[in-house]
């Protein structure tokens, strides 16, 4: 089974345990990371043709109008094809309580059906929002499981949970 970890995260001005902080690393791909150490999987980070820099509100107020609009941000370095892979871990941060449009352009840009989807999310509080729901609904050619969420401050406390869910 050949596996791809793709994933959005973002650096910079992030929220992170409700106070605005500047990280080097972000937790979605912190949490990447360790998940592609445990599968062995190749590592694919989604950037955007427009990177999301500036402050915290900044970015807070791109995202609320890419999801008004329902738009689909460019890749800047989208794959060829995603046909040599079985399995497919997709993660992003929770924004708006979904996933960023980042992530809408990438599930349009490819065939999955017949792939196994498992979807991993870093959020402030709760967890996937209506992520699942709203991927289920982009999604459905595709074994859809169930994901793994987790808040951003506690990913470098999750591997055993982590390693669990990867081998179920
Ligand atoms: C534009 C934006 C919107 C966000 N919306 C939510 C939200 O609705 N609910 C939540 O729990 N966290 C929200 N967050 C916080 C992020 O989900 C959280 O900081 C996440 O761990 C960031 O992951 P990253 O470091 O990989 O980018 C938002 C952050 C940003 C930048």
């Not at 345990?17 to 979605?28: A, M, P, R």
């Not at 955007?48 to 890419?66: C, I």
């Amino acid at each position: 089974m050949k596996t791809l970890v793709a994933y959005f995260s973002k650096n910079g001005e992030n929220s992170v345990n409700f106070e605005v902080k500047n990280i080097n690393v972000g937790h979605t791909e912190m949490l990447a990371n360790k998940i592609a150490r445990l599968t062995g999987g190749d590592m694919y980070p989604i950037a955007p043709k427009v990177p999301y820099t500036g402050t915290y509100d900044e970015v807070l107020r791109r995202a609320k109008q890419e999801n008004e609009d329902a738009s689909y941000p460019e890749i800047a370095n989208p794959l060829e094809s995603i046909a040599e892979y079985d399995v497919i871990y997709l993660g992003f941060p929770n924004w708006y309580r979904s996933f960023p449009r980042i992530i809408a352009t990438f599930i349009k840009s490819y065939d999955f059906s017949g792939k196994i989807v498992k979807p991993f999310c870093t959020t402030e509080e709760g967890t996937f929002g209506l992520a699942e729901l709203e991927l289920a609904a982009m999604l459905k050619d595709a074994d859809l499981r169930s994901g793994f969420g987790i808040l951003g401050k506690d990913v470098e406390f999750c591997d055993e949970k982590l390693k669990l869910w990867v081998e179920k």
